[in-house]
């Protein structure tokens, strides 16, 4: 029993260590509007350097219609909790 429980512990822990080194995002459209590169001038913020919960934080804000949005709160609806967590886990994960 104990064996089985440290062998699902890994095996979540591996599997999130590898989502969050993954170099393909999540969801990779985010990137149509969230520019990547420090040289591109948008008024939509970069993610890239963000800390994990202030992304989380905005998308759950988005979703609930706490803050304002063109269309981040039609995008972010399509999402579960763990999709946003997966998501702002990787973007907070990702380096300048």
């Given at each position: 029993m104990m064996a089985r429980l440290i062998f699902a512990a890994l095996l979540f822990a591996s599997a999130s260590f590898a989502q969050a080194a993954s170099p393909t995002p999540p969801a990779s459209s985010c990137s149509g509007c969230h520019a990547a590169?420090?040289?591109?001038?948008?008024p939509v913020p970069r993610l890239v350097g963000r800390s994990p919960a202030e992304?989380?934080?905005?998308?759950?804000?988005?979703?609930?219609?706490?803050?304002?949005?063109?269309?981040?709160?039609?995008?972010?609806?399509?999402?579960?909790?763990?999709?946003?967590?997966?998501?702002?886990?990787?973007?907070?994960g990702q380096k300048d």
């Open positions: 590169n420090k040289s591109v001038d948008t992304i989380e934080g905005a998308m759950l804000a988005f979703r609930t219609g706490q803050k304002p949005a063109s269309v981040m709160n039609r995008i972010v609806k399509g999402f579960s909790e763990e999709e946003i967590k997966t998501i702002a886990a990787w973007y907070g």
